[in-house]
């Protein structure tokens, strides 16, 4: 398969879906980003690597962090995760309040704000030092050491933070939260903060390619099964809602971030990474949907 080209022809089709949608600006420091930015990189199992675009350019990558830390938190508390979150998909906003007060505080799955700060609480009880162990183990998976947080782009998500504050209270509030309020947003919003470019997030979810293969990064241990079920959560849960959407035109397991990255994975093969910081009203990134729809028509790869 000829992946640098069939990736440059996209790239060049997607042009005109360029100026659609609206970089994400609910978060201050992410409304300054250049939204006119197209960068993509597929790397294969096989150890190739194709790029178009803004490759190198690092940009937030929001929820993408929430397959990391549910990755950590799994490998931390096996089972006992599934005890205080679902897995199904909400098929609400990314940061819906109604839903996790009808179902008493338990979020429907790991991806939506609610659960992934259920799962930030997970990791400051059971990780000695959270927040240097999380940038490590990201840093060890993207096969890059200058991987880090952006501070400033945490401090300026916490300043306007309201509604995941409403939904920290709320989860405390159902005793789904074990550790202070203010020191669990902090951390989710530092994970959120995290900045990265397509070639190094294509090198991590690469991790989660072979679903085959025991996971094992620094101190981080999935068995097999597990990576084929962080798998199948990105494929119900990955894209907010519009997760059947993503499924129905793409047909991979992924997740997106409202930095405008999406990262998808088509198993025993490659992984993809795509970054444009225009959002849809679901907010996904308008050209990484159409980039990914298009690679799979035009590829024939898909799960499906
Ligand atoms: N930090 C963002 C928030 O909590 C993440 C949203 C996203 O990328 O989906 O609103």
Redesign the pocket.
């Known amino acids: 398969m000829d992946y640098q080209k069939i990736i440059e022809d996209i790239y060049n089709k997607v042009q005109e879906f360029a100026d659609m949608g609206k970089q994400a600006d609910y978060?201050p420091a992410l409304a300054k980003v250049n939204p006119n930015q197209i960068g993509v990189c597929l790397k294969t199992l096989d150890g190739k690597r194709y790029t178009c675009g803004k490759s190198d350019v690092r940009f937030s990558i929001?929820?993408i962090s929430k397959v990391f830390s549910l990755a950590m938190a799994l490998s931390s508390v096996k089972k006992e995760l599934w005890t205080r979150m679902g897995k199904e998909p909400s098929g609400t906003a990314?940061?819906s309040l109604v839903q996790l007060e009808l179902e008493n505080g338990i979020p429907r799955n790991p991806f939506i704000?609610a659960g992934a700060i259920v799962v930030a609480d997970v990791l400051l009880s059971n990780l000695p030092n959270p927040e240097e162990d999380f940038i490590s183990f990201v840093r060890c998976i993207s096969k890059s050491q200058t991987v880090n947080y952006n501070f400033s782009v945490a401090r300026s998500?916490r300043s306007q933070g309201y509604l995941?504050a409403a939904i920290a209270n709320l989860l405390k509030y159902h005793n789904n939260i074990e550790n202070d309020i203010e020191h669990v947003l902090q951390f989710y919003?530092l994970m959120?903060s995290i900045e990265m470019n397509c070639e190094e997030l294509s090198d991590a979810f690469l991790c989660f390619a072979d679903h085959t293969k025991e996971f094992n990064y620094q101190n981080v241990h999935l068995t097999a099964s597990q990576v084929k079920r962080i798998n199948a959560i990105m494929q119900t849960c990955g894209f907010?809602d519009e997760s059947g959407e993503f499924s129905y035109l793409v047909g991979l397991p992924g997740k997106s971030?409202?930095?405008g990255g999406i990262a998808s994975i088509c198993p025993k093969n490659y992984a993809v990474t795509v970054f444009s910081p225009r959002l849809n009203e679901k907010?996904n990134s308008v050209v990484g949907m159409k980039f990914l729809e298009l690679l799979t028509t035009e590829t024939k790869e898909s799960i499906f």
Do not use: D, L, P
């Open positions: 978060i929001q929820s990314f940061n704000n998500e995941n919003f959120c907010y971030g409202v930095g907010g």
